[in-house]
Each structure stands twice: as C-alpha cells, then as structure tokens.
T-cell receptor
C-alpha cells in the first residue's frame, strides 16, 4: 500500500532551537496535514495544506506542500518545552475519497 | 458540543472474546473513521464511512466490522479478539468538501489489551 516516510524519527533539542521535519511519498497527494499528539491523547491538527507550493503558518509553526505534491515539511521556530510530543504528517492520496495515510511520526523532546 | 467521544477508555479482553468500541460525534460530520495506533507506527485506517448507511474498508480491516446507522455513531466491532489487536484505537470525524482537513477531529482513544 501507499506509505509516507517521515524523518527524523526522533529529535532531542535545546529550548530556543528551531526544528524541521519532513515527509515524502512515492505517489502524489492532494492534501497534506500535520498533527501533534501528546501522551494519552488523540492527534490534534496543526496545519492543513491544500495546494502544491502552499506555505502556511500557525504561530511558530510553518508547513509547506511540496511543488511535486510528493512531500511536505514542518518547521517549528524557537522551540519551547510544551512543544514536546509526537508530530505526524498525513496525506490524502489522489483519486481516493476516504483514506488518509499517516507517517510514522517524529518524537520531539525539548530540554529547558 | 462534546466533539468526538469514545468509550471505553481502557479495555482488557481474552482471546476469542468479542466487543464493541463506541464512537460518537455531535458536530453533524458526514465522514467518520477508525484508526489503530501501534508503537513506532503512525495511525492505520481500519474502516471509514462517508455517511449513514455507507461504510468502506481501510488499510487493515480484517477482524473488524463497522456499521453506520446514524450520522452521530460509528461503532467498531471486534468479532473474535486476538493478541495482534492489542492497540490504541482512535475514532475521527470531519466534514466533506472544500476545506475538509481543517474540520477533522480525533477522539481521546481506547486502549485495548487482548490477552
């Protein structure tokens, strides 16, 4: 089946540093989404991207929909301790009405 | 507005037992779905529904049944539980149409252990 490759798998950074993570796919996606999941909770949507080349910000978070439609990245600027969690990318493939494919997740730890 | 609710929060089953995981939403969302999450993996789609009376299979449907008799409810049934079904199960709902991704919400999850 379709797969998303998300990297890095984990990150351990100092408070104040910037963070970058990305997802790639072998096939084209119509929509890219980025989620954050905290322990014991369901994923929460951070940013949704609908068009190739789209660059969208949500506070300190910025995400882009790659122009090839096969990749996306998420940047977090000036990280703070509450950024800790697992970040997932998800993509909605072309020609499919219902399915959302998730990456494996990036675990972020922030040292105060 | 409670969003997406799931019950139970935790469940332990013995191999071969059956059970139903409940999911409900009060946002009048057409689309509902069930995912399972295993350690080190992203969420994998089990079944989904684009409206009452319509369901379809996701990536990992074997061993699970669903039905959608109302817009609000989307129960997931484990027919004969197996240890491989030990996982965290998430229900999600959203609108369809333009901007759909901004309306997707996940429930808090059900943590299932099959012994």
């Amino acid at each position: 089946g379709q797969q998303l490759n998300q990297s890095p798998q984990s990150m351990f950074i100092q408070e104040g540093e910037d963070v970058s993570m990305n997802c790639t796919s072998s096939s084209i996606f119509n929509t890219w989404l980025w989620y954050k999941q905290e322990p014991g909770e369901g994923p929460v949507l951070l940013i949704a991207l609908y068009k190739a080349g789209e660059l969208t910000s949500n506070g300190r978070l910025t995400a882009q929909f790659g122009i090839t439609r096969k990749d996306s990245f998420l940047n977090i600027s000036a990280s703070i301790p509450s950024d800790v969690g697992i970040y997932f990318c998800a993509g909605h493939p072309t020609g499919n009405t219902g399915k959302l494919i998730f990456g494996q997740g990036t675990t972020l730890q922030v040292k105060p | 507005n409670a969003g997406v609710t799931q019950t139970p929060k935790f469940q332990v089953l013995k191999t071969g037992q059956s059970m139903t995981l409940q999911c409900a939403q009060d946002m009048n969302h057409e689309y509902m779905s069930w995912y399972r999450q295993d350690p080190g993996m992203g969420l994998r789609l089990i079944h989904y529904s684009v409206g009452a009376g319509i369901t379809d299979q996701g990536e990992v449907p074997n061993g699970y049944n669903v039905s959608r008799s109302t817009t609000e409810d989307f129960p997931l049934r484990l027919l004969s539980a197996a240890p491989s079904q030990t996982s965290v199960y998430f229900c999600a709902s959203r609108l369809t149409g333009a901007g759909w991704a901004d309306t997707q919400y996940f429930g808090p999850g059900t943590r299932l252990t099959v012994l």
